[in-house]
């Protein structure tokens, strides 16, 4: 049975500056239309990119440590037990940071299953997210690259 303060992680990101560990303690418990995942985030490290989604909203806990939020109105420092929902659209932009010297422990509340675009405002990017119980599609493009909706496109043949 999962434990949220005795985590089993079971996604660990490695990335400079995003070493960081999730638990998906929804998928633990056999949840399929919620998911629920305690994050650990190292000191000096981020736990993802600023970004915001299109279909996810998300409700965070603060349940160790002091993390930096970043949102669309600049940063602000959590303490634990605070909550913070972030609604979906550009208004729900946020990134984690922790500037502490102790590791900091979230509880991160949203759907599960649903299929999710995020938008990536510092780096130009557009992330696509099947999020089926399996995963499937899991893709980045850069923005920049994005072509007319009739690009490569040939009309019907006879």
């Known amino acids: 049975m999962p434990n949220i303060f005795e985590p089993?992680?079971?996604?660990p990101r490695e990335h400079p500056g995003f070493d960081c560990r999730r638990a998906r303690i929804g998928r633990q418990a056999g949840a399929e239309r919620l998911g629920a995942s305690v994050w650990e985030v190292p000191p000096g490290q981020a736990?993802?990119?600023y970004h915001f989604h299109y279909a996810?909203?998300?409700?965070?806990f603060v349940l160790a440590g002091r993390p930096s939020l970043r949102t669309p109105e600049g940063w602000r420092e959590l303490a634990p037990?605070?909550?913070v929902a972030f609604p979906?659209?550009?208004r729900g932009a946020h990134q984690l940071v922790n500037r502490g010297e102790d590791?900091?422990?979230?509880?991160v509340v949203s759907p599960a299953g649903v299929p999710e675009i995020c938008v990536y405002p510092d780096s130009g990017?557009?992330?696509i997210y099947d999020r089926a119980p399996i995963e499937g599609l899991r893709e980045l493009y850069r923005r920049a690259d994005a072509v007319d909706y009739y690009e490569g496109e040939e009309p019907p043949g006879d």
Not at 56 to 60: C, F, K, M
Not at 103 to 107: F, H, I, S, Y
């Open 103 to 107: 590791a900091v422990r979230l509880l």
């Open 56 to 60: 996810e909203e998300e409700l965070l």
């Open 8 to 11: 089993h992680f079971d996604e």
């Open 125 to 127: 990017k557009v992330g």
């Open 47 to 49: 736990a993802y990119p």
């Open 88 to 90: 979906v659209g550009e």
């Open 81 to 83: 037990g605070d909550a």
